[in-house]
């Protein structure tokens, strides 16, 4: 069972880049699964494919999430870029116990990147001031 996962959007392309063969965002999606497989960690972290996940302001959008864990949302990705700070990121994220790391001890790259992120999903009377 993955801790998490890393959810990309497919079709996304990157306004005024050139149009390859597939969208930017398949290719994003390509090169994350090479670099799990080759860090040894997609036992842990997951990767599924979605048509949208409309961050179209910041197109080629990245998001980790996991049970119980905060999760993440990156945008403007380069596909063509070195992605291995995701990976890192990664692991930042599954060393802690829900998935919230301080700015100060964010990777350079998940500072720029970041979107935004949000909180584990709670249910019912476990929301935090809820009734």
């Avoid at 070195?82 to 990121?89: E, N, Q």
């Amino acid at each position: 069972m993955t801790a998490g996962v890393f959810q990309v959007c497919t079709i996304c392309q990157r306004p005024g880049a050139p149009r390859g063969p597939r969208p930017e965002g398949t290719v994003i999606m390509e090169r994350l699964n090479q670099l799990l497989d080759e860090s040894r960690l997609s036992d842990q972290i997951g990767l599924q494919a979605y048509g949208c996940l409309g961050n179209c302001r910041r197109r080629c959008t990245v998001a980790l999430a996991g049970p119980d864990r905060w999760s993440w949302l990156f945008g403007e990705l380069d596909p063509n870029a070195d992605l291995g700070w995701l990976i890192d990121f990664a692991r930042q994220w599954l060393a802690t116990p829900d998935g919230v790391i301080p700015k100060p001890q964010r990777i350079v790259e998940a500072q720029a990147h970041g979107v935004g992120r949000l909180p584990p999903l709670r249910i019912g009377n476990s929301q935090p001031g809820g009734s």
